[in-house]
């Protein structure tokens, strides 16, 4: 059975209460995903009493909460979405419905694993014992860090929002290494954004849920952006009836007609890669005609107006600059756009009371560099979204345990001292953020030192990384390679050893906030079932090594247990005695303004840590983000400051601001005349986890029939290669060869193709392998001159018939 695109998005449009899947997947979650299917591994029901556990899904970062279902309190059947949580509201993505699959797996890591043979030889890998690994490990470690090299031990992490993060950072900087990673994602660049102009380096937040307007520059809003839950969830508030008020406006800006496209209110169609020139040209004529927050750009921003520099110089400010640089007419010829349209869209999003414009597409598949989330900022800033009260801000972090200060021996110390192998480069980037893609390709050439061991975590970069050659290439010169994968993926199959995780629904763990929402939020994953195999928490394995490896590294990870360390966190929590458990979901903490009371309703560290096992998520208004300022003006900056510092002696005055600067894909136009340009489905996983079966089932067939992947072509591109609906043809970029079938779109533009990620496994099981085409091997990936960030938002490509 198969249930094409048109079906899901009726489902989106059927939403009610914030629910947006309803209880048709469930049905299909329930009869199709684990009854009546044939695969082998497939769990049979017992008979026996049904229990539900709540908990907080932790398949990604979203939060949702969760209900489990049980048999005879030993068998979980079925997930849904906890109706009494505030971030999803009952609703739950296609990944979170399938999860079971997941958990039943036959591709699950059952204990630790050797590998005995050369890399990547499945039938090398032999059993070990958790003791003799660990001694292994710990061995390898403790050795490195008496040569003096602790800096050549590197990890990264796929789990950017838990105490994981954390506690990595505790291992490896009381060890003595920098060389800490998470795995690329949009918020990376938006991060060093809000870092520029808003002097701190956190997640940018929009209170989506108070909005009456909606200006998306390419955000997946329906496909993945942010919380999937938690957006899904927003979105079908504002497809419900407000009394007395209009409907939310959502106007989706983006080259290709999307899903989200598809269900807003308006699609700007623009040329690909071009949003931030669009904004920039709205901020012109919102200057031009003095629409924009005046209070707020005399009072609240430096470089609005033109400065004087330090040595008196007078600089071009943002008012000028914008008026200057982008008028409607010169938008319009790089954008496509309509000059008309253009100064239409300003007035209109200018004159809505609560405007905000959101940006950003997951994995690093942004058409962006640092400069375009400044311009997208810079936006919200003209609306005065940065005000008390408005629209945008900055994630609140909530005020969990502190970990003790590492105290470093002199081994750390030397480590530390070394440079994080990316900024080794010969050319670093003057603000230098998480660059995982740019330390592999370090580590892949001449590195300044090599890497002895690489772990890595809840991540599977040799398949999920843009280019992820990459990783092989990198991986290749690492003298051990050590996955924590609880699956057989493709970075554990070229590891010498896997160390099983617990798998989700197994383990202990927590999540910190909630992507791209404004208010503070805290929740504990507990587990539903004990693990079922001869896995261990990584959480728990860094503890034991820390001990094992003994004197101020031991010193610094001082917990029994990773289930003490959170409950130490969670003291923290209730030591701050702010927020409240959020008991049902008529508690909206999304429409809570910044600083609104939150009356605290939880007794004690106890009390709240027995309220969070139960599946209930504790939260806090949102954060004033110009309380938080930390700029060198002490104001937001239109002209950044730091970049000033950063930047070669006197950067020209622009170098300074918001600016449309695309990076330009490699490759002979003539020879690649179209753009590859790769886009998230909300039935594919395209992370860590492989798309369970059930979630193939999801996908219509004109994306993927057998194991062919439909490449999306505006028929125009296809008739000029002679490729009609269905035809086999090859992909061809300057980073590899494809062979796919093309569906005909006309929503996608003649210059373009369109091609999903989250297909082409080469591990896991007959289920999943071979199953299309990664394009994680066909694009390329730039770095952002300015943070070193790899961007992957298009690549030149060739199109032509099998
Ligand atoms: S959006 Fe993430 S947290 Fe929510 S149900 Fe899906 S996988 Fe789970």
């Not at 899947?21 to 009854?35: E, G």
């Not at 954008?335 to 100064?343: A, F, K, S, W």
């Not at 136009?669 to 790769?678: H, I, K, S």
Request: hydrophobic residues 40%; contains cysteine.
């Amino acid at each position: 059975m198969s249930l094409g695109r048109r079906a899901f998005l009726q489902f989106a449009a059927g939403a009610v209460g914030g629910t947006l899947l309803t209880p048709i997947p469930w049905k299909l979650a329930d009869d199709s995903a684990i009854w009546t299917q044939n695969w082998s591994w497939r769990p049979s029901p017992e008979p026996g009493d049904l229990t539900e556990k709540a908990t907080v899904c932790r398949l990604c970062d979203g939060g949702c909460g969760i209900r489990v279902r049980l048999v005879n309190g030993r068998r979980a059947v079925y997930i849904k979405g906890n109706p009494k949580h505030p971030v999803n509201r009952g609703g739950l993505c296609p990944l979170g419905a399938a999860g079971l699959q997941l958990l039943y797996a036959p591709y699950r890591v059952q204990q630790p694993l050797k590998q005995t043979a050369s890399r990547g030889d499945l039938g090398g890998f032999q059993p070990i014992s958790w003791d003799d690994a660990m001694k292994e490990l710990s061995t390898r470690l403790g050795a490195l860090r008496s040569k003096g090299t602790p800096h050549s031990v590197a990890a990264v992490t796929g789990d950017s929002r838990s105490s994981m993060l954390p506690l990595w950072r505790q291992f490896l900087t009381s060890y003595g290494s920098p060389n800490l990673f998470t795995m690329p994602s949009e918020a990376d660049s938006k991060a060093v954004a809000a870092s520029l102009a808003l002097g701190r380096p956190a997640d940018i937040a929009f209170a989506l849920e108070r909005a009456d307007y909606v200006l998306s520059f390419g955000a997946g809003l329906l496909e993945g952006w942010g919380s999937c839950g938690h957006m899904q969830s927003i979105y079908g508030s504002w497809r419900e009836q407000r009394p007395g008020k209009p409907p939310v406006v959502l106007v989706q800006v983006e080259p290709r007609g999307s899903i989200t496209a598809s269900k807003a209110d308006r699609w700007i169609p623009v040329n690909p890669g071009t949003e931030a020139a669009l904004a920039l040209g709205i901020a012109h004529v919102m200057v031009r005609e003095k629409l924009y927050d005046l209070d707020f750009a005399a009072a609240s921003a430096f470089g609005f107006e033109d400065w004087f520099d330090a040595w008196g110089t007078k600089r071009q400010g943002f008012k000028n600059f914008v008026l200057a640089a982008y008028k409607p007419a010169e938008v319009s010829g790089i954008t496509g756009v309509d000059p008309q349209r253009i100064e239409e869209l300003a007035r209109e999003f200018a004159r809505q009371e609560r405007a905000v414009a959101v940006w950003g597409q997951d994995a690093g598949a942004t058409p962006n560099n640092v400069y375009h989330d400044l311009a997208f900022l810079a936006l919200n800033a003209l609306k005065g979204n940065f005000k008390r009260g408005g629209l945008v801000g900055l994630m609140p972090e909530p005020p969990l345990g502190a970990l003790p200060q590492p105290v470093l021996d002199a081994y750390a110390s030397h480590g530390l001292s070394r440079d994080r192998l990316d900024r080794t480069a010969p050319q670093p980037p003057p603000l230098s953020a998480n660059a995982f893609h740019a330390f592999l390709d370090v580590m892949a050439r001449e590195p300044a030192y090599p890497v002895e061991v690489l772990l890595v975590h809840e991540a599977n970069p040799a398949y999920a990384l843009s280019e992820n050659h990459l990783f092989a290439d990198a991986a290749a010169k690492a003298g051990l390679v050590v996955s924590f994968s609880s699956f057989m993926d493709e970075t554990a199959v070229m590891a010498d050893l896997v160390l099983p995780n617990h798998a989700v629904f197994e383990r202990l763990d927590d999540v910190i906030g909630v992507p791209g929402a404004p208010f503070a939020y805290y929740a504990l994953a507990a587990p539903v079932l004990p693990p079922r195999y001869n896995t261990r928490h990584t959480g728990d394995v860094l503890l034991t090594l820390a001990r094992f490896l003994g004197g101020t590294v031991a010193e610094g990870l001082p917990w029994e247990s990773y289930e003490s360390f959170l409950r130490e966190r969670v003291q923290g929590l209730a030591a701050a005695y702010r927020g409240a458990v959020a008991k049902d979901a008529t508690v909206q903490p999304g429409r809570l303004e910044a600083g609104a009371p939150v009356k605290t309703n939880f007794k004690d560290a106890r009390d709240l840590w027995n309220q969070l096992q139960q599946g209930y998520c504790w939260y806090d208004a949102p954060a004033d983000p110009m309380e938080l300022l930390q700029t060198a003006s002490g104001q937001y900056e239109f002209a950044c400051q730091r970049l000033a510092e950063v930047l070669p002696p006197i950067p020209e005055d622009r170098f300074l601001m918001p600016q449309f600067a695309p990076l330009q894909p490699s490759g002979d136009p003539g020879e690649f005349p179209l753009l590859l340009m790769v886009y998230s489905e909300p039935a594919l996983s395209d992370g860590f986890y492989a798309n369970p079966p059930f979630m193939n089932k999801l996908l219509p067939d004109d994306l993927l029939l057998g194991n062919d992947l439909f490449a999306q072509v505006h028929p125009r591109t296809a008739a000029t290669v002679g490729l009609t609906e269905g035809g086999r043809a090859l992909i061809r970029t300057p980073r590899g060869e494809a062979a796919v079938r093309v569906h005909l779109n006309p929503a996608v533009r003649p210059e373009t193709i369109a091609m999903v990620r989250g297909l082409g496994h080469t591990a896991y099981d007959e289920y999943i392998q071979g199953k299309g085409t990664n394009a994680g091997g066909l694009v390329e990936v730039q770095m952002d001159p300015i943070t070193g960030l790899g961007t992957v938002w298009a690549t030149r490509a060739q199109l032509r018939r099998a």
